[in-house]
């Protein structure tokens, strides 16, 4: 059974930082795609962050130079590193997960796995 477990929300003023973190089990990061993604009331979730078993990532234009994504194998465990964030980066921050080669590794869209989320909140 595949889990994903975020931890490391919370509530910032702007120019602050997180770090986000996602405990994965029953799956293997370094080995599959893995990503971030954000929604807000009212809104579609979106796509912010993704790292492919090649180590290729690819990141939203609204974060890129601020957000930095990545993995530590040995913790099998994602990260999003936010930095200068923003009020408008506030939302629900889902991890997500896909087995490489699938839909998600190569589109970002449609993952196999979420996470249950953790909320981000940006004041300004």
């Known amino acids: 059974q595949v889990q994903l477990v975020e931890s490391g929300g919370g509530s910032v003023q702007a120019g602050g930082s997180l770090r986000l973190s996602c405990a994965a089990s029953g799956f293997t990061v370094s080995s599959n795609c893995m990503g971030w993604f954000r929604q807000v009331p009212g809104k579609e979730r979106e796509g912010v962050a993704r790292?492919?078993?090649?180590?290729?990532?690819s990141l939203a234009g609204s974060v890129k130079g601020r957000f930095t994504i990545s993995t530590d194998n040995a913790k099998n465990t994602l990260y999003l590193e936010m930095n200068s964030l923003k009020p408008e980066d506030s939302g629900t921050y889902f991890c997500a997960a896909s087995y490489a080669g699938t839909w998600y590794c190569r589109y970002g869209t449609r993952p196999n796995y979420w996470g249950q989320g953790t909320q981000v909140t940006v004041s300004s």
């Open positions: 790292l492919d078993s090649d180590d290729n990532t």
